[in-house]
T-cell receptor, first 114, second 111 residues
Framework: DAGVIQSPRHEVTEMGQEVTLRCKPI?????LFWYRQTMMRGLELLIY????????DSGMPEDRFSAKMPNASFSTLKIQPSEPRDSAVYFC????????????FGQGTRLTVV | GENVEQHPSTLSVQEGDSAVIKCTYS??????FPWYKQELGKGPQLIID?????GEKKDQRIAVTLNKTAKHFSLHITETQPEDSAVYFC??????????FGKGTRLHILP
């Protein structure tokens, strides 16, 4: 398996534009997590899915953020409209068996909103 | 919900010496405590983990200890090497299976 695949690796967009980040988890993993990393706040859990169903989205900053997992091999994180304070590195991770084993992270998407 | 505190935020250690990073957690129901290492430009990667039924675990130069009563856990790296320079994150997984991370420790190994 190639690991968790995220795209794009870098995204630069103008304030107000819609941004979509994509993630392909490792095949067979039941859990998918979206994290945001900034210098000030570290790694923040935004939302996680179990078997494609959103379980906890309490970390999503506001209604401008939404995430979907239409099938076991694909998830998106969308920001609409984007703001400069959304600039961060966004990581997707997946794990097997109830989140109590290793979470495998993708390479991340570095988002810059200007 | 779970809250994980991590100290120090930055740590400089002479090559060959030991490094210790400490974390505390708030949810007594948490039962899985992984440690991740993040190198520049990459995602975090698991280096060691411990479950609540174990007090200590070792893997070569790396060891983790857990004190459930005090809700403390620590990472110990012995005989540090230049390649140990990275950001290290502790984490806790609670009854809801969420993995909550500490804010990270930037470890510098000095030549």
């Amino acid at each position: 398996d190639a690991g968790v695949i995220q795209s794009p690796r870098h995204e630069v967009t103008e304030m107000g534009q819609e941004v979509t980040l994509r993630c392909k988890p490792i095949s067979g993993h039941d859990y998918l997590f979206w994290y945001r990393q900034t210098m000030m706040r570290g790694l923040e859990l935004l939302i996680y899915f179990n078997n494609n169903v959103p379980i906890d989205d309490s970390g999503m900053p506001e209604d401008r953020f939404s995430a979907k997992m239409p099938n076991a091999s694909f998830s998106t994180l969308k920001i609409q409209p984007s703001e400069p304070r959304d600039s961060a590195v966004y990581f997707c991770a997946s794990s097997f068996w109830q989140g109590k084993t290793e979470a495998f992270f993708g390479q991340g998407t570095r988002l810059t909103v200007v | 919900g779970e809250n994980v505190e991590q100290h120090p935020s930055t740590l400089s250690v002479q090559e060959g010496d030991s490094a210790v990073i400490k974390c505390t957690y708030s949810d007594s129901a948490s039962n899985y405590f992984p440690w991740y290492k993040q190198e520049l430009g990459k995602g975090p990667q698991l280096i060691i983990d411990i479950r609540s039924n174990v007090g200590e675990k070792k893997d070569q130069r790396i060891a983790v200890t857990l004190n459930k009563t005090a809700k403390h856990f620590s990472l110990h790296i012995t005989e540090t090497q230049p390649e140990d320079s990275a950001v290290y994150f502790c984490a806790a997984s609670n009854r809801d299976d969420k993995i909550i991370f500490g804010k990270g420790t930037r470890l510098h190994i000095l030549p």
